[in-house]
């Protein structure tokens, strides 16, 4: 039997369910544990499969102080493999295990001004677009990390494209979410601004493998 | 007053298009089988700027 994996954990799973409805296994891996779904096939892509994911993983928050999301769609042949697929990362998990105790995400996107699609006429232009966007970015995120900074454990920044500028995620203490959105709509314009969550910390784990 | 973990995850405001973006492009990546498919085409990495014009493409929950 394959298994499906949601998130690595602190703790065992108590009382969650998967995709499927499946009581969650939480299968040692070290100091910490899988969090995961015996399941025959990968869930396909759709709306009901992404927000059971999703659910999964926050069910796991209940029981766990520590809960570090796994991406969608990845699956394993069984508890060898998953050990010796995770295993190799056995310290970066556990040190972002640590990084998120007792903590939550929140995301942040800031939007501005479209950058020219149009091929840039010479190198100069091409530089001087990218000094712009560098500029427009930076303004754009220092007021909200002044907004913000006492609120936020960790805090990883994304570039975006197009009208996104950027994307922030702000690693805060679980239950100061309200504190995190009261905070932005009070200092921060609405224009140009989204803010998201809590959502469990997908942006806070390493990015290995594949 | 102790706050109840469970209680603060449930509370969040998810769009699909969010969901999306978290559930698809961030989480922990460790070596295993990845399949992804969207309506029959094989997808293995989404960015929420693409999917302003993919996410018609995410199959409705009834089918």
């Known amino acids: ?210 | 007053m102790a706050v109840v973990a469970r209680d603060l995850l449930e509370e969040a405001d998810a769009s699909l298009l969010d969901v999306i973006d978290h559930v698809l492009n961030k989480g922990v990546v460790v070596r295993g089988e990845l399949v992804l498919a969207v309506a029959g085409v094989d997808l293995v990495y989404l960015r929420l700027d693409a999917l302003f014009c993919a996410a018609d493409r995410v199959a409705p929950e009834s089918a």
């Open chain 1, 1 to 210: 039997m394959k298994l499906y994996l949601y998130a690595f954990t602190d703790r065992p799973t108590a009382g969650a369910h998967g995709l499927w409805g499946e009581p969650l296994l939480g299968v040692p891996v070290g100091r910490f544990f899988a969090a995961c779904g015996p399941t025959a096939d990968a869930p396909a892509v759709t709306a009901t499969a992404l927000r059971g994911h999703d659910a999964a993983i926050r069910s796991l928050a209940g029981s766990c102080q520590s809960v570090l999301p796994v991406r969608f769609g990845q699956l394993v042949e069984g508890e060898r493999a998953l050990r010796e697929a995770v295993q190799p990362l056995a310290s970066e998990i556990e040190g972002a295990l640590a990084r998120v105790a007792g903590c939550e995400q929140m995301t942040v996107r800031l939007f501005g001004e479209e950058a020219s699609s149009a091929p840039a006429a010479s190198g100069t232009e091409h530089l001087l677009r990218l000094r712009e966007r560098t500029a427009r970015r930076a303004a754009a995120l220092a007021p909200l990390r002044q907004t913000v900074a006492h609120l936020c454990v960790d805090e990883r920044v994304e570039a975006g494209t197009g009208r996104l500028l950027l994307t922030v995620s702000h690693l805060v203490r679980r239950g100061r979410s309200r504190d995190y959105r009261a905070a932005l709509e009070a200092a921060v314009p609405p224009a140009g601004i989204t803010v998201s969550g809590p959502w469990a910390p997908y942006a806070f784990g390493p990015e290995v493998g594949l």
